[in-house]
């Protein structure tokens, strides 16, 4: 009996190891404020990304906003508008202007060749987006940003535990942000961090995620409430002991995929960059409907229609969303816009079946011939 595949799926460790790693919390009663918990996985995290420096907060979005509104900036920022909404969002709610650049067309990332024509004396900061696990251009992101004196924060949701040239991609620009959500690859149920070069950037996102406060009679500065809690902390100890067999996981199931479609006219996969140690985190597939034969929408319906629920990821662009009606362009962006409304992302998750794949793949595939 066939039964719903979704696109994701949330990695839980044994309930019992959970259950004994919160055992404690009912002795302390100590629930959040950077307790035991909330240090042992921030020191867990820093070896683990092979990072000198990191903070944890409440979730992935909290630690894009609160980075750029530590850093004071300024002005405009140039993005990617192929993102998910927490990118662009951040950069909004900190009185900051997007500026939006086009994406590759192979890496999804930002085209780094477009970079230079957006800048202008009200420019800031460049905030790209590793995308699916894609890293982006880096050394022509740094060469730009230190030629002009802007900040560089990278959006690294969908990079948690990469490398590049055997590099943590927490290591790049001045600050990398994560996001450790329920989907995600690692998750904590809801978290995220923030892994940054300079120390007193670190001390800022500390004063911003708590208030200000530094003790009983101590606020010196303004801040919100952006702690991670306890057990959130100790969901993530769990998950992080059985990451690294989560990610091979999933790299046997992606390696299944793409033997099954990567002779499909039509398809294009998304192949593991050269120099990055990949974590497997989406199956995106790129439809070309005048060589596959239908559309993206119609394999989304007819997916659908058999229990397997896909995502158009990202769809729709950020530059087109509702909240900024006629504010942008989308024709600035066009590769992002040829992107977004031609890609899928098919179910990948450690606890998916192999067979599943075949299902999926099998089904994709007549699609083509169902639809005509």
């Known amino acids: 009996m066939p039964y719903d595949i ?4 949330a990695s839980l460790p044994p309930m019992e190891e959970y259950i004994e790693e919160v055992r404690s919390v009912w002795d302390t009663h100590w ?3 950077m307790g035991e918990k909330h240090e042992q996985l921030q020191n867990m995290l820093k070896d683990y990304l092979d990072v000198d420096n990191i903070e944890l907060l409440v979730n992935g979005h909290m630690a894009l906003e609160m980075t750029l509104q530590a850093m004071n900036l300024q002005g405009e920022v140039i993005t990617t508008p192929f993102t998910f909404a927490s990118t662009t969002h951040a950069i909004v709610r900190n009185n900051l202007e997007p500026v939006f650049c086009d994406i590759d067309e192979q890496t999804y990332t930002m085209d780094v060749s477009k ?3 957006l800048i202008t004396e009200r420019t800031c900061a460049i905030l790209p987006v590793h995308v699916y696990g894609n890293i982006c251009n880096t050394e022509e992101i740094d060469r730009i940003a230190h030629k002009y004196g ?10 948690f535990g990469e490398t590049y040239k055997g590099k943590s991609v927490g290591l790049y ?3 990398s942000c994560f996001s450790f959500h329920a989907t995600k690859v690692y998750n904590t149920i809801e978290g995220g961090a923030v892994c940054y070069r300079r120390e007193e950037l670190g001390q800022k996102l500390y004063e911003l995620k708590n208030f200000g406060i530094h003790g009983p009679e101590d606020v010196n500065a303004v801040g919100a409430n952006a702690k991670m809690n306890e057990f959130c902390a100790a969901m993530g100890i769990c998950n992080l002991r059985h990451v690294d067999e989560e990610i091979t996981k999933r790299k046997t199931l992606y390696e299944h995929y793409m033997e099954r479609l990567k002779d499909t006219a039509g398809l294009q996969l998304n192949e593991i960059q050269s120099h990055v140690r990949s974590n ?9 409907e005048t060589i596959f034969g239908v559309s993206r929408n119609e394999v989304y319906d007819y997916l659908a229609e058999a229990g397997i629920y896909t995502r158009k990821y990202f769809y729709p662009l950020t530059n087109t969303f509702a909240c900024f009606e006629n504010k942008y362009n989308v024709d600035d962006t066009p590769v992002a816009r040829k992107v977004a409304n031609r ?13 599943d794949v075949d299902r999926i793949c099998n089904l994709l595939l007549q699609c083509r011939f169902d639809k005509k």
């Open 6 to 9: 979704y696109v994701t799926k």
């Open 343 to 355: 890609v899928l992302t098919l179910p990948l998750y450690s606890d998916l079946d192999v067979r």
């Open 173 to 175: 620009g001045d600050a």
């Open 150 to 159: 802007l900040k560089v924060v990278y959006d690294a949701a969908h990079a």
């Open 115 to 117: 970079i230079e024509s």
């Open 31 to 33: 629930l959040t404020n």
């Open 280 to 288: 497997y985190a989406y199956f995106p597939v790129v439809f070309d």
